[in-house]
């Protein structure tokens, strides 16, 4: 069975067990995926969040070579109907 996070709270947690197993700091995570260390920490820290391109270069250090989700909406799509993103251009 695919193991996929159902929020943040989920992947920070995740990373750090995939860090702990790995003996991996945020210095190789940087080194070896492309994410800097400074989002790394501050994400790992509950700081601040992780983008969707930084999530998905951790993806596979996480989860292994599985496919990751295309699309994870934060908000359900009747809450998005209003914004200007899914209006259409005139």
């Known amino acids: ?9 989920s992947f920070r947690r995740d990373l750090r067990d995939a860090m702990t197993r790995a003996e991996c700091g945020q210095l190789d995570l940087m080194r070896d995926y492309g994410v800097s260390q400074a989002i790394i920490s501050n994400f790992l820290s509950g700081r601040r969040g992780i983008s969707a391109g930084s999530m998905l270069k951790l993806w ?5 070579e599985i496919e990751a989700p295309t699309a994870s ?8 109907e209003g914004s200007q993103a899914a209006r259409p251009v005139p």
């Open 1 to 9: 069975m695919e193991k996929h996070p159902t929020n943040l709270d």
């Open 60 to 64: 596979p250090f996480v989860y292994g």
């Open 73 to 80: 909406p934060t908000k359900p799509p009747a809450e998005c």
